[in-house]
Each structure stands twice: as C-alpha cells, then as structure tokens.
C-alpha cells in the first residue's frame, strides 16, 4: 500500500481548447478511498488514466508512495485497475481470467490458485470459478474484474465507473460491497464516477472536478455541507441545489415574496467586490411548506409542474415567480404528499440554512 501524490500535474489535448487536466495537486492517503466526481468532460477518468500510465503527463508529477512513476510504464507502477466494461477474456473461466495477469509474471501455479481462491471467497465467486463470462450476470461479471485486481496485491486500486453498466438495484448492492471490500482490504483506491450519490456514500473523500480544474477536495459531509463554489453546490447532491442569482438589498436579498437577512460578513464580502447581486444556494429539503393558516408569513409562491413520489420522500418540480423571470425550483417534503399538477403552496426557508455565494467569482461568501 502507499499514498499517492499529483503535484501540478497536467494533460494537454490538441483538440480542447484547455488542459484535460489542470496543475492537478492532490494528495491520497495510504489507504484512502478518493472519489474522482464530475461531470462529462472534467478530467476525471483522464486524471486516472495518468495515474495508470496510460495518458501522457505533459507537466508536474505524480509519486506513488515515494517513487516518481511520472514517465514509468503501467506495468511498473504497481498498479491494477477496474475498468467500466469489465475487460474479460471471453473464452476464459473465472479463475483464468482472474489468475491471467499473474500467468504472465510467471508467478508459480500454487501461488495463483491460493490468491485466486482467497478472492473468490472474498468476492463470493466460490461458486463461478469454472463459468466462461458469458453465463454469469453484470454483477458476477464485476465481481471477477475486481477479483483479478485483487489477485495482484497492487499498492494502489484504479477504479473507472465501474458500476455504471449495471442496473440501478445491483448498482446499489454493488457499491455496497466495494466499499466494504476496500475497508477489509486497506489498499489505496482511487475511484472515478459522475454519480454525485456514489461519491457521496463510498468515499473517504471526494474530489470535484470541473474543465480539468480541481474545486474542492474534502470529506463527503464537508463537501455537502459546505460546498467551495455554486458549482460545487449545484452539483453534489440529488436533486441538486435550487441557485438563483438575486439583488442583494440594505440587509439581505429577497427570493419572490422571501425576505432573507443575511450575515453582515456576506453583505460586506459581496460589496467589496462592488457586486449589486449575490447567488443563493437552497437545496430541496432546506424548504419549508408553509400551510394554509400561515397566509400573513412572508413565503416564495410556487406551482407545481411534477411530483416524484419515491414513498419515503416526495420531490415537488415547481416554477416560481423571482424578479422578471420564472426560475424552476424543486422542494423535498418527506412521505407521500398528495399536491397536484397546476396547483399552488408557498415554501420558506431559514437564513442559516442557506448557501451563499459570490455573483462575480462563484466562490462561497464566509457567514462568521
């Protein structure tokens, strides 16, 4: 096992406009799992790619452990790596694909069979070892390109979306295990997604990217809690944060018919910036539904457009009135609700449950 360390790292595509990947610093901890989180495009699988040996690093340096491995071919990076489309051998068992790689370091037969075996019992494919991939599901199929990472006892595990060619139960149950297998193991993981809920129930921490540009590395609670910048708010978290742009007035902003004070620390941060504006940061559930009997409490009108009903909670799509525009607005109200299309409520929320951030740099305004 061993930590793994980007210092200004950077890739160079002569297609993009800018770098695939940005003066990445980023330092992973001996036994860490690090979740790569983005969207589309933002450098992460790239970053890996790096990380593998399989992408040029045109500047800067990445260590593993204390060994520069910038310039070293993968096979020398003491590195194994879990692809999104599994990448096995069709017309090989269980155990051969999972044994394949130490086949060709001409590890010794006994020794293959005992590390294939203890995978297998820690990835419950005891019972598969002599099916060919075709006859096994997208799950077990998983499970056995894990396994061959496993077999080979790396100081670092690359992980490139791999659940995202299964359905969503088995994704659920997949990640499940993944993370628990990475807690039993304790080996460094480095793992790649654009699923925000993935990110944030498998990490030790997150990493969000965004045009190749790192914008925040932290735990995921801190990272929800309190995102660096709007993009990092309207991005973590499912659905995302409601954002709008709002004029800031002598004591705070007004959202629709909300009147919101703000921290004097925010009003004094966004007028130094000689900004007439302030982006406001809710997410679903910091709504409040104010009921029929609250009529004279100041609230944002909103009409509902959908309902997403998933029994625990119910998701209400909306469109509310903010200044001269109509912004789409999505409020969480647990259990099952029974508002329908086209008709009307009115939701508040608390000054200190919001986000607030900078109408000029995006960055979050300080509150203290």
Do not use: W
């Not at 995978?119 to 006859?135: E, N, T």
Request: glycine share 8%; aromatic share 6%; hydrophobic share 40%.
């Amino acid at each position: 096992m061993a930590s793994v360390t980007f210092d200004k790292a950077t890739r160079c595509f002569a297609t993009m406009d800018h770098p695939a990947v940005d003066a990445l610093d980023l330092q992973i901890a001996d036994g860490e799992f690090m979740v790569l989180v983005g969207p589309s495009g933002c450098g992460k699988s790239t970053t890996l790619r790096m990380l593998a040996g399989l992408e040029d690093v045109d500047s800067g340096t990445i260590r593993i452990g204390d060994r520069d491995v910038t310039y070293l071919p993968p096979k020398d990076r003491d590195i194994a790596m879990v692809f999104q489309n599994y990448a096995l051998y069709p017309h090989m068992t269980t155990a051969d694909n999972m044994g394949f790689a130490l086949k060709i370091a001409k590890v010794r037969k006994d020794d293959v069979r005992r590390r294939v075996a203890e995978a297998a019992g820690i990835l419950d494919l005891g019972d598969y070892l002599g099916r060919k991939p075709k006859s096994l599901s997208g799950g077990q199929r998983q499970r056995v390109a894990m396994g061959r990472a496993i077999v080979r006892e790396p100081q670092v595990f690359l992980m490139d979306e791999p659940l995202s060619n299964l359905d969503a139960k088995l994704r659920v149950q997949t990640r499940t295990q993944i993370a628990s297998l990475q807690r039993r193991l304790g080996t460094t993981t480095v793992y790649v997604t654009h699923d925000q809920v993935e990110a944030l129930t498998m990490g030790d921490r997150v990493a969000v990217m965004k045009d190749g540009v790192l914008q925040q590395v932290g735990t995921p609670k801190d990272v929800f809690r309190r995102p660096a910048n709007a993009f990092v708010g309207g991005f973590i978290g499912s659905p995302a944060m409601n954002l709008f742009r709002l004029p800031l007035t002598a004591d705070g902003t007004e959202l629709g018919g909300l009147l919101l004070p703000l921290p004097r620390p925010a009003l004094r941060a966004s007028r130094a910036e000689d900004s007439a504006e302030i982006i406001l940061g809710v997410r679903p559930e910091q709504f409040e539904i104010l009921s029929p009997e609250d009529r004279d409490t100041p609230g944002l009108e909103l009409v509902v457009d959908a309902v997403e009903d998933t029994g625990a909670v119910t998701y209400l799509h909306t469109t509310a009135k903010v200044g001269q525009e109509a912004a789409q607005v999505v409020v969480r109200t647990p259990g099952r609700q029974t508002f329908g299309k086209g008709e009307e409520l009115r939701v508040t929320a608390r000054p200190d449950d919001v986000h607030l951030f900078s109408a000029k740099t995006e960055n979050r305004l300080p509150v203290n």
